[in-house]
Nanobody, 119 residues
Framework: QVQLVESGGGLVQAGGSLRLSCAAS????????MGWFRQAPGKEREFVAS????????HYRDSVKGRFTISRDNAKNTVYLQMNSLNPEDTAIYSC????????????WGQGTQVTVSS
């Protein structure tokens, strides 16, 4: 059974940085993709970044390119999201997700962690 546990959220001033962690267990398939998503109040959930568990290939939404970095530590089964130059528009609940048998579908989700950026 896949379990994902996020940590590292909090309150930060605009221009600051945070690093989110996602501890994964039960992810036995190296072809899994790991992703970070976020949902702000009153808005739909949106894709932030993803990384291939096997080769480390990454993808980002345009608004975070150059500011956010997704990475993984295979030995620790952990995925990170380093967020720099944060602005109030980044305020949201950030969730970690993993694809299932269908590599195009994120089937497993963590509980989410709140990120609040004050102006």
């Amino acid at each position: 059974q896949v379990q994902l546990v996020e940590s590292g959220g909090g309150l930060v001033q605009a221009g600051g940085s945070l690093r989110l962690s996602c501890a994964a267990s039960g992810v036995a398939d190296s072809s899994t993709n790991m992703g970070w998503f976020r949902q702000a109040p009153g808005k739909e959930r949106e894709f932030v970044a993803s990384i291939s568990w096997s080769d480390g290939k990454t993808h980002y939404r345009d608004s975070v390119k150059g500011r956010f970095t997704i990475s993984r530590d295979n030995a620790k089964n952990t995925v990170y999201l380093q967020m720099n130059s944060l602005n109030p528009e980044d305020t949201a609940i950030y969730s970690c997700a993993a694809t299932g048998p269908n590599r195009l579908v994120y089937a497993y989700w963590g509980q989410g962690t709140q990120v609040t950026v004050s102006s």
